[in-house]
């Protein structure tokens, strides 16, 4: 190759750096707009170009990024209503709800709408952008962002309860479902399904380790510092006094329990002809696991690692 070639060749790789350095700052631009953006108006971006459309849905980096800001800047909260529909309109499915979305000044906006042939039992709170809930024999995973709905494998057995957490490490979701082996029995077979298409397929995972107890099947578990935590059976809390919480970590799949706080007050040291009503529930604050009490007034104990309170 002579001189000018040699000139001309090296131009050319000058260029081709140069264009390849301009569209990746362009990339990480147009990533850093959209991040900021709530879930609706992103959703509307799906079509402008496929690679806007892989950023949105499969780039676990862009994801990560835009929860972190909408974590830091909560504006919705997510309700699931149903309505009335024409049969023959949805073919198929016997239930139809919408997820709605309620901002600071009350105004509703219907950001999906799901389609299932049972009725829903329970919605989970959302989990790094996703919302989970189940029917009687198949839990479902839902994105409002993507609107895109997938139904887990099901099983025949009800389900006794289940979980749905993050795993930063290695961004990805787990669900955990559990099952009762025989109906009188008093621990539940657990199964965790890893939300990676493609790389530990599309099955749930038995563990050798079963839950302790039977968990409050009509309250929330709350997710918290890698661990999912599910209030212990009413029945079978107030057989064992202590024991109030159950735990699954989804780190090392293990279980533990927790001690209710000091101050916490049963229902069976309530007079059943008493007006008070006891209710208590499982909430993530920021991070960290809280319990509120309701009597008279509302009683928030937090708890730190290790199963301490405040």
Not at 29 to 53: E, G, H
Request: glycine share 4%; proline share 5%.
């Amino acid at each position: 190759m002579d001189f000018p070639n040699i000139v001309r060749a090296q131009n050319q790789v000058r260029v081709q750096k140069g264009m390849a350095s301009h569209v990746t700052n362009n990339h990480v631009i147009i990533a850093d707009i959209l991040s900021r953006l709530p879930v609706k108006t992103l959703s509307r971006f799906n079509c402008v170009c496929k690679l806007w459309y892989c950023m949105i849905n499969s780039d676990p980096g862009f994801q990560a990024l835009h929860h972190s800001r909408s974590w830091r800047n909560p504006r919705l909260l997510f309700r699931l209503s149903d309505f009335d529909f024409n049969p023959l309109e949805h073919l198929g499915h016997r239930y139809a709800y919408n997820f709605v979305s309620t901002d600071t000044e009350g105004k509703n906006i219907c950001l999906m709408q799901i389609k299932v042939h049972e009725p829903v039992k329970l919605i989970l709170p959302g989990c790094f952008g996703l919302l989970v809930f189940s029917t009687d024999t198949r839990i479902h995973v839902c994105n409002p962002s993507t609107r895109r709905i997938l139904a887990l494998p099901d099983y025949k057995s009800k389900i006794a309860g289940f979980g749905v957490g993050y795993l930063s490490s290695i961004r990805r979701h787990k669900i955990v479902r559990l099952i009762p082996r025989r109906p009188s029995s008093l621990h539940l077979e657990c199964s965790v399904f890893t939300l990676a298409p493609g790389e530990e397929g599309f099955s749930w995972r038995v563990l050798n380790d079963q839950c302790p107890y039977l968990v409050d099947q009509f309250s929330l578990p709350a997710f918290a510092n890698e661990t999912i935590y599910w209030k212990i059976d009413r029945q079978q809390a107030l057989n064992r006094h202590n024991d109030f919480i159950v735990s699954f970590n989804i780190r090392s799949e293990k279980f533990m329990t927790i001690t209710h706080p000091a101050d916490w007050i049963p229902t069976s040291n309530l007079d059943w002809r008493s007006s008070i009503r006891n209710s208590t529930q499982l909430v993530e604050l920021r991070g960290t696991l809280c319990m509120i009490q309701t009597l008279a007034s509302s009683h928030v104990a937090v708890c730190k690692t290790g199963g301490s309170q405040e």
